[in-house]
């Protein structure tokens, strides 16, 4: 496995912790331009009441504005395989690179990605497939709202 992969997931793996310390759903994110940090974010949906602030959304805001030529040379890392909405963020700033923790508690539309030239890189860490069990297992009803079901 890629270290380099594995040392940015663990800060997203971080972010996720975060979130779930703050009683929300454990998923999250960083974005990363050359080798460097440049956002982070986790699923805020319970903590803000929001519908639409996943963990990938939350880390591409707090990224803040970039130039589609920026864009161009990110790779974001999420604990778990990205949903629709946030895969249409990543193709419409035309991130080339997804590293994913996990994609077997969820899968989005990688195959879809894989078509538009988005190269999936999935890590299958044991850690955040635990991480995601514990949390549906006690959090059923949480998690089917997540991911629309």
Same mark, same amino acid.
């Given at each position: 496995?890629?270290?380099?992969?594995?040392?940015? $997931?663990? *800060?997203?793996?971080? @972010?996720?912790?975060?979130?779930?310390?703050? !009683?929300?759903?454990p998923i999250g994110s960083v974005l990363?331009?050359?080798?460097?940090?440049?956002?982070?974010?986790?699923?805020?949906?319970? @903590?803000?009441?929001?519908?639409?602030?996943?963990?990938?959304? =939350?880390?591409?805001?707090?990224? !803040?504005?970039?130039?589609?030529? =920026? #864009?161009?040379?990110?790779?974001? #890392?999420?604990?778990?395989?990205p949903c629709d909405m946030c895969t249409?963020?990543?193709?419409? #700033?035309?991130?080339?690179?997804?590293?994913?923790? *996990?994609?077997k508690t969820f899968k989005g539309p *990688?195959?879809?990605?894989?078509?538009? !030239?988005?190269?999936?890189?999935?890590?299958?860490?044991?850690?955040?497939?635990?991480? $995601?069990?514990?949390?549906?297992?006690?959090?059923?009803?949480?998690?089917? *709202? =997540?991911?629309?079901?």
């Amino acid at each position: 496995m890629n270290k380099v992969h594995v040392k940015f $997931m663990e *800060e997203a793996i971080r @972010q996720a912790v975060l979130g779930l310390s703050a !009683g929300g759903i454990p998923i999250g994110s960083v974005l990363v331009k050359n080798g460097k940090i440049i956002g982070r974010g986790y699923n805020k949906r319970v @903590q803000r009441g929001s519908a639409i602030l996943h963990a990938e959304m =939350d880390c591409l805001d707090d990224a !803040g504005r970039l130039s589609l030529a =920026d #864009y161009k040379k990110c790779i974001i #890392y999420s604990t778990l395989s990205p949903c629709d909405m946030c895969t249409g963020a990543i193709l419409l #700033y035309k991130i080339p690179v997804v590293v994913i923790g *996990e994609n077997k508690t969820f899968k989005g539309p *990688e195959s879809y990605s894989k078509k538009r !030239g988005v190269k999936i890189i999935n890590l299958n860490m044991k850690k955040c497939k635990d991480m $995601m069990a514990n949390f549906i297992k006690k959090n059923p009803l949480l998690w089917n *709202e =997540d991911i629309a079901v």
